[in-house]
């Protein structure tokens, strides 16, 4: 099948990010399409891992069908390296993410990462998060609560239909929030009773951004020492 342009840009990073993995560590693997290129190129180069730990079901089958070991992030208490994908990225990495729902288990992996390198195409990169609709992981019985919550913020909580986390909660997709501190809104949401995760990844951000433009891959550092 055809790649689009912004499938085109998105594999570039991909590949680029190949280039950040040291040999032989236990790598921490995102979710999505831009993580599924990477995964790809990462086997297409030769280079060898100990084994991966993985942020979602859909990443753990395409790693096994490639022969890499999948460990439990139980069986860790580090990974020296997270490599995943972004719905909207600021210039100060702070992300959106879970456009794929895999948010929580994202989160986790990338809590337990020494660095975070994000890969995506340039439309990520925004001068403040908030157009892509935010996603939530929540318990199912406290959706309306949450609800209610969400909307006295501003919000506007929409459920993603016929979809069902690897947790076995469900997701909502927050319209219309303005996102002015995503480090405190993070906070607030994570506050909500029923709340499993929010998709504003602040306090754990991205270390290195590669972005995929039309002129090539930008790499860029993370300039202050934020959480
Ligand atoms: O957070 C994510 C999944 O939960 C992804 O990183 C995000 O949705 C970007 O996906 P893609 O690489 O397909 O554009």
């Known amino acids: 099948m055809a790649l689009t342009h912004a499938d085109e840009l998105k594999r570039l990073a991909a590949v680029a990010a190949v280039a950040e993995v040291p040999e032989d560590i ?5 979710t999505g399409s831009t993580v599924n290129f990477f995964i790809d190129a990462l086997v297409q180069s030769g280079k060898r891992i100990r084994g991966a730990v993985s942020s979602s079901e ?5 790693l096994r069908r490639y022969g890499i070991p999948v460990l439990d992030a139980t069986e860790l208490d580090t990974v020296p390296l997270y490599v995943d994908g972004a719905d909207e990225i600021d210039p100060d990495f702070a992300m959106i993410k879970g456009g794929g729902g895999a948010l929580t288990r994202e989160k986790i992996v990338a809590a337990m990462a020494e660095r975070f390198v994000c890969i995506c195409d340039e439309r990520k990169l925004v001068e403040r998060l908030g157009r ?3 996603p939530l992981e929540v318990i199912p019985m406290a959706e309306r609560l949450v609800s209610r919550r969400l909307r006295e913020l501003g919000g506007e909580p929409r459920r993603r239909l016929g979809f069902v986390t690897d947790n076995g909660n469900a997701i909502l997709d927050v319209h219309g929030l303005v996102i002015d501190d995503p480090d405190a809104l993070e906070t607030a949401l994570n506050d909500l009773p029923g709340v499993v995760t929010n998709g504003i990844f602040a306090h754990r951000r991205a270390d290195v951004l590669l972005l995929g433009t039309g002129e090539g891959v930008q790499r860029r550092e993370r300039a202050v020492t934020k959480r």
Do not use: V, Y
Request: glycine residues 16%.
């Open 26 to 30: 236990f790598l921490g693997i995102g």
């Open 132 to 134: 892509f609709p935010l």
């Open 58 to 62: 859909a990443s753990t089958e395409r």
